[in-house]
């Protein structure tokens, strides 16, 4: 065998924030094959993430773009390739200088297209190959279309996300679908009792809870309203909000805080703050709630949960359509519907049976379909497909 082939990983957001972009490629890092890969991590600004020794590069600020307005279809593509090359421009320079210090084999860009043009810019002024991941479903454009001829391939969380990039004209060497993965190992039970005496919750107290950064296109307020009305049955249930307040989420938080105070909550929902122990967080919960009020591309903490052997509850469409097994692993409702919400919410209270043979039936799938190994193991070919149509 040769010298391993250098990856380089590319990771963009930026605001303090570790989300699912970051999340999701750490595990792949962490259980690539070293004999055959080294990986290294870019990133747009310093995060307080553990890298087991992975080398981490952060490159400067991006520029703030100007706060200007455009009219018609033409004035806002014109205004838009301002804004890329005031923004892009320099950051492409920027990381087509990090490429040629690094000389990686192949650059991995972990934010989708859209995000990451100057990553492919870069690349593609160094005549390197790339592997972009889509996260979701972001607009496609001129712009986009034309970038997307540099990716060799695009790697799409879900079918739907895969669909949706062919239906807009994405132009990668090659589109596939490649589900994210986790440790399900790293996620067993017994750290739940911590966290309910940290929180003086009764043992015997049903918990539901839901775990994202607190901002409003994540739904904690469905699932407040949710728990108010099944607490008119089950007067001592407890819900855990397990999350860090998002930058665009301040407002959002304080109504939040607002609603949770009301008599019908008040001591009964909890908002943890950002936690580094989401695990144990999940175990102190009988169910687990997913409230997205926007399609949600994925859906990783529902893994988390059902690898927790968990009950979920989730809206029906996006991500939860290919992670929950309805009725088997969880229950699917309709999205946006805080009575629905209610509704399941109740009914798995009320059945502990149904519970636990609801969480064991979700950690065998977890094991089975989500389990990082597997991700890696496609991760790992795609790259040496990559690699050796680029020698060719």
Not at 31 to 58: Q, S
Not at 176 to 198: K, N, Q, S
Not at 314 to 338: F, K, M, S, W
Request: proline letters at 7%; charged letters at 25%.
């Amino acid at each position: 065998m040769g010298e391993p082939q250098r990856i380089l990983f590319v990771e963009a957001s930026t605001g303090g924030v570790v989300g699912g972009s970051l999340t999701g490629i750490l595990p792949l890092i962490a259980h690539l094959d070293r004999t055959r890969f080294t990986p290294t991590l870019a990133l747009f600004e310093p995060k307080a993430i553990a890298t087991d020794g992975v080398p981490v590069h952060v490159l400067p600020p991006l520029p703030r773009p100007t706060a200007t307005a455009a009219r018609g279809r033409l004035g806002r593509l014109l205004l838009r390739m301002r804004r890329l090359y005031a923004a892009a421009g320099p950051r492409a320079q920027a990381l087509a200088q990090l490429y040629r210090r690094e000389r990686p084999a192949l650059v991995y860009l972990a934010n989708g297209f859209r995000a990451n043009l100057d990553g492919v810019l870069a690349a593609r002024r160094c005549g390197l190959p790339v592997v972009c991941h889509e996260k979701g479903f972001e607009p496609v454009g001129p712009v986009e279309r034309l970038a997307s001829h540099w990716i060799d391939a695009c790697v799409c969380m879900t079918d739907e996300i895969a669909d949706y990039c062919r239906a807009r004209r994405v132009n990668a060497r090659r589109l596939l679908t490649i589900h994210d993965g986790i440790d399900c190992d790293a996620f067993r039970g017994g750290g739940g009792a911590a966290v309910r005496r940290e929180f003086g919750i009764p043992p015997e107290a049903p918990v539901a809870g839901i775990v994202g950064h607190i901002q409003d296109w994540k739904g904690q307020h469905l699932v407040v309203e949710a728990v108010a009305r099944a607490r008119r049955r089950f007067p001592e249930l407890r819900c855990l909000v397990v999350g860090g307040v998002h930058r665009r989420g301040v407002e959002y938080a304080a109504r939040l805080r607002e609603r949770i105070a009301a008599a019908d909550l008040a001591g009964h929902v909890i908002l943890t703050g950002p936690r580094q122990d989401v695990a144990a967080c999940l175990d102190a919960m009988d169910v687990v709630l997913h409230a997205s009020v926007v399609p949600e591309p994925f859906g990783r903490v529902l893994i988390e949960a059902m690898a927790l052997a968990r009950p979920v509850i989730a809206p029906r469409e996006g991500g939860p359509l290919v992670i929950v097994v309805d009725g088997e692993t969880g229950l699917l409702v309709p999205p946006r519907d805080a009575a629905a919400m209610a509704d399941a919410l109740e009914a798995l209270v009320a059945d502990p049976t149904r519970r636990a043979a609801m969480g064991r039936a979700g950690r065998a799938r977890a094991h089975a379909v989500f389990d990082i190994r597997r991700h890696v193991e496609a991760m790992e070919a795609l790259f040496d497909e990559v690699l050796a149509a680029r020698a060719r």
